[in-house]
């Protein structure tokens, strides 16, 4: 008998209050739906800069990487955190250019009745958990969900902010390619960490490589690299029960010392400290 019930909940709702504590990287292996009530935020998405302010929203789909640069100690808001299968066959039926455009709008800020409707969708939420039933709170906190999905269509079509002109292969903007280059290194981290690599799968050289990176997120590429493979071995010694030697082999390192002194130098801490130190969950905020 699973001795915590909890872990199998596919759908959580939760307040969100200022931490010293949070992590500066995290890894979603949820889909989160996130709303600022008050307070400000400094965040990366996909090693893009948003400014949080009160009535924003964040959306981070399954694999987003998150990285808190600032929160204000009086920030307060609201996250619903989705399993992936309780929205993918819904989300599969969605138009390509809308999904493309929704992944360039992480934070959106919302004003006049646009704010209100968002306001009460939280609220719903928050009153159906009270009640007791959790599969109602689950259906509702889906349903609502894809309300915030349908409000967003909406707002990125009145707001000419659909990319019609979206073609998955033929990237032709900085923009582009950097989305390219995120979708190489989710399919292919754990195979290399050279930005020669990533280069060379989208046909452009090392140099603009990096001009597309420092244009788009401020970041080299390699500092992308880096990141996001840490963040993802933080993530497994944080999740798994894998060894150390596992986890060098998994990820191609030459050795277990050589994969001690990558993650120290980018993480500050090493493998074994960051396994003895965090729990298994991750908090955001």
């Known amino acids: 008998m699973d001795e915590n019930p909890e872990r199998k909940k ?34 990366e998405i996909n090693y893009r800069k948003f400014n949080i ?3 924003s929203t964040i959306s981070l789909a399954y694999m987003d990487i998150l990285s808190r640069l600032y929160v204000s100690r009086d920030f307060r808001g609201y996250c619903i955190s989705l399993s992936p299968a309780l929205v993918s066959v819904q989300m599969q039926k969605m138009d390509l ?16 009745e646009y704010a209100r409707y968002i306001r009460h969708l939280f609220e719903t939420v928050a009153l ?26 909406s707002y990125l079509q009145s707001n000419n902010l659909i990319d019609d002109g ?24 754990k195979d290399s960490r050279e930005v ?32 996001y ?10 999740n798994s029960e894998k060894t150390m030697q596992q986890l060098a082999e998994e990820y191609k390192f030459p050795n277990q010392s050589y994969m001690s002194r990558y993650y120290r130098r980018i993480m500050g801490e090493t493998p074994t400290d960051t396994r003895r130190n965090n729990k298994n969950n991750i908090t955001i905020f």
């Not at 159906?128 to 915030?148: H, I, M, P, R, S």
């Not at 292969?169 to 900085?174: G, I, L, V």
């Not at 963040?231 to 497994?236: I, S, V």
């Open 53 to 55: 302010v009160a009535g």
């Open 10 to 43: 596919e759908v959580f709702f939760t307040p969100l209050r200022f931490s010293e504590t949070a992590r500066n990287f995290a890894k979603c292996d949820t889909i989160v739906l996130i709303f600022c009530e008050s307070g400000s935020a400094i965040i």
């Open 97 to 112: 250019s809308f999904l493309a455009s929704a992944r360039r709008n992480n934070v959106i800020r919302w004003e006049g």
């Open 196 to 227: 020669l690599f990533y280069a060379d799968r989208l046909k452009i050289s090392s140099n603009y490589l990096n001009e597309v990176c420092n244009n788009v997120c401020e970041h080299s590429a390699k500092e992308v690299i880096d990141s």
């Open 166 to 189: 979206f073609k998955k292969d033929s990237p032709s903007s900085k923009k582009d390619y950097f989305m390219s280059f995120i979708k190489e290194l989710v399919a292919h981290f």
């Open 128 to 153: 159906c958990k009270e009640f007791g039933d959790y599969e109602l709170f689950k259906a509702t906190a889906v349903g609502q969900y894809f309300n915030f999905i349908n409000l967003l269509n």
């Open 229 to 238: 493979i840490s963040t993802h071995l933080k993530y497994e010694l944080c």
